[in-house]
């Protein structure tokens, strides 16, 4: 932390022969998986940040999603600086042999005081890059350890010594709920002290529900105002367990004749999912793939359900609770810290909704048939008492600040 304290007396101090005083620390982000959440929390970061106290630069790839291409301009308009190095999402020895050049020469060149590496692959070459560079501190948001996409077996166990190797190389962890804080300590990932918690926070001021935004959405799907609408929305990615959801719709129907389900989302596997959509429930599962940062879509849902295999702190059950809606979430980390904080603010698990089985379809459509009959879940009293809970317990503000401060802590030296 020697050198740490050096650069940042070399940031906050006049310089002779009458340079600029006060240069702002630089941080230098990292991040592959350019979709999602993890997308979402680097965006937030950089909208929020103080501007004043920190310098921002952005390296990231745009193979997984072309849309990023506008968030690049973004960036680049509000005055960062951002390096586009198409990184691999898969494994590839060459490929990623050339990404972890690119991005340590940059790192060169940048001289950033802290190199903040989001998600597996980002979080692997931004690491060994700032480790070749000399980069005085690093920190690390796994967004989901890369271990737990697997139950068992050798790849669990390969990404699990690859994250105490990287763990050695690292300054501070950002564990983004206490559930993927508490499984990389089972796993011995790092020290409790390398592992700090700073959740995910949601800008609130962009989720409004809206009556008018209910009917645009169901009149496009062609859904009647009447009808019980089952929303999700999630990339179509195995992690994300769509199929659970689908196979649940046949159950749901026997017992709800005027039920929809809506998954909204981009992936990969969407062709798969369309077929099984189509032999499952024909005609009353729609997919809606146009929406890109437009919250409205969720005013035109009664009830919300995610049936994710693994999740770090998923942000979707936070936006569906900040609309007021019930959700009904796969009982994995991430999913079960968002439920049990919102249940323990409030005083009352059954005001939010339910915690399922993974894995199980039936699970699914035993709890979302019997919020949807519920009258009293609806009311807007009830809708009133989700959201100002998650507004409470999940604000952007608390994770950019928690966020600053441990940036300056490695800056100053406090954290060592």
């Known amino acids: 932390m020697r050198a740490m304290r050096s650069a940042y007396q070399c940031c906050s101090t006049k310089t002779v022969g009458g340079m600029a005083t006060g240069m702002r620390p630089l941080i230098a982000h990292v991040l592959e998986a350019t979709v999602g959440g ?3 929390h680097l965006i937030d970061l950089v909208r929020h940040m103080d501007k004043g106290r920190f310098n921002l630069s952005i390296v990231c790839s745009t193979r997984r999603d072309e849309r ?58 931004g690491r060994i890059a700032a480790l070749i560079a000399g980069v005085p501190a690093v920190v690390y948001t ?49 020290s409790p002290k390398k592992i700090r918690l ?20 169901r009149d496009k799907w062609s859904i009647p105002e009447d009808a019980f609408v ?40 969407e062709r798969q999912l369309r077929a099984l959509a189509a032999d499952k429930a024909k005609g009353r599962i729609v997919f809606e793939n146009s929406v890109h940062d437009d919250w409205s879509v969720y005013s035109a849902f009664d009830i919300y359900a995610l049936a994710s295999l693994y999740e770090g702190m998923p942000y979707t059950p936070i936006e569906a609770l900040a609309f007021g809606l019930p959700i009904v979430l796969s009982d994995v980390i991430g999913n079960r810290d968002v439920f049990e904080a919102c249940a323990s603010e ?39 008492k989700r959201r100002s809970t998650v507004m409470a317990r999940f604000s952007v503000a608390r994770m950019v600040e928690h966020t600053q401060q441990l940036y300056e802590e490695l800056l100053s030296g406090v954290v060592k």
């Open 68 to 125: 990023f291409v506008r968030d690049i301009a973004w960036m680049r308009s509000v005055g960062v600086k951002v390096f586009v190095v198409q990184m691999q999402r898969r494994i590839s020895p060459i490929a990623d042999l050339i990404s972890l050049i690119i991005v340590c020469a940059i790192f060169k060149r940048l001289r950033p005081q802290i190199v903040h590496a989001h998600s597996s692959k980002a979080g692997a070459i």
């Open 142 to 190: 796994p967004h989901a350890f890369s271990f737990m996409m697997h139950e068992c077996g050798l790849k669990r166990s390969l990404f699990v010594q690859i994250e105490r190797l990287l763990a050695r190389f690292t300054d501070v962890i950002i564990a983004v709920s206490n559930g993927e804080r508490q499984a990389a300590l089972m796993e011995k990932i790092a």
């Open 346 to 384: 409030c005083g009352d698990a059954i005001i939010i909704g339910e915690l399922v089985e993974p894995k199980s379809s039936e699970a699914l459509a035993e709890a979302i048939v019997r919020i949807l009959q519920d009258n009293e879940m609806h009311t807007e009293q009830m809708r009133q």
């Open 230 to 269: 089952i929303g999700c929305v999630a990339d179509f990615r195995r992690q994300k367990g769509h199929r659970y959801l689908i196979e649940a719709m046949p159950m749901v129907l026997s017992l709800l004749s005027n039920a929809y389900l809506v998954l909204v989302g981009r992936g990969e596997l």
């Open 198 to 217: 700073i959740e995910n926070g949601v800008d609130f001021s962009l989720l409004q529900p809206c009556v008018n935004h209910r009917m645009h959405w």
């Open 38 to 40: 993890t997308r979402r």
